[in-house]
Nanobody, 124 residues
Framework: QVQLLESGGGLVQAGGSLRLSCTVS????????MGWFRQAPGKEREFVAA????????YYADSVKGRFTISRDNAKNTVYLQMNSLKPEDAAVYYC?????????????????WGQGTQVTVSS
């Protein structure tokens, strides 16, 4: 069974940084793009960032562009989300997901497997 496991979430003060990790296991092929999404209480799940299978192409939501960086290490079956200059509005449960294509997208429905999420809390 395919499993995605996020880690690295926690409590951070506004302006601080966190690095999230997501490891993928149980998948026969690593030929997939990956994305990060987040969901705050009372809000819809929203796109954060995506990365192609090779890591050569990245895509960011305007709200995080310039502050967040997505990367992947295929040898470790891991995708990362480096989050800098965190704002209170960044607080959410962050989910990683796989998309069975070479490139990522901002559409949640296009992703086939999801992690359980990791909580990011940003204090003012």
């Amino acid at each position: 069974q395919v499993q995605l496991l996020e880690s690295g979430g926690g409590l951070v003060q506004a302006g601080g940084s966190l690095r999230l990790s997501c490891t993928v296991s149980g998948r026969a092929s690593s030929r997939y793009a990956m994305g990060w999404f987040r969901q705050a209480p009372g809000k819809e799940r929203e796109f954060v960032a995506a990365i192609s299978l090779s890591g050569g192409r990245t895509y960011y939501a305007d709200s995080v562009k310039g502050r967040f960086t997505i990367s992947r290490d295929n040898a470790k079956n891991t995708v990362y989300l480096q989050m800098n200059s965190l704002k209170p509005e960044d607080a959410a449960v962050y989910y990683c997901a796989t998309r069975p294509y070479s490139t990522g997208s901002s559409v949640p429905a296009e992703y086939d497997y999801w992690g359980q999420g990791t909580q990011v809390t940003v204090s003012s």
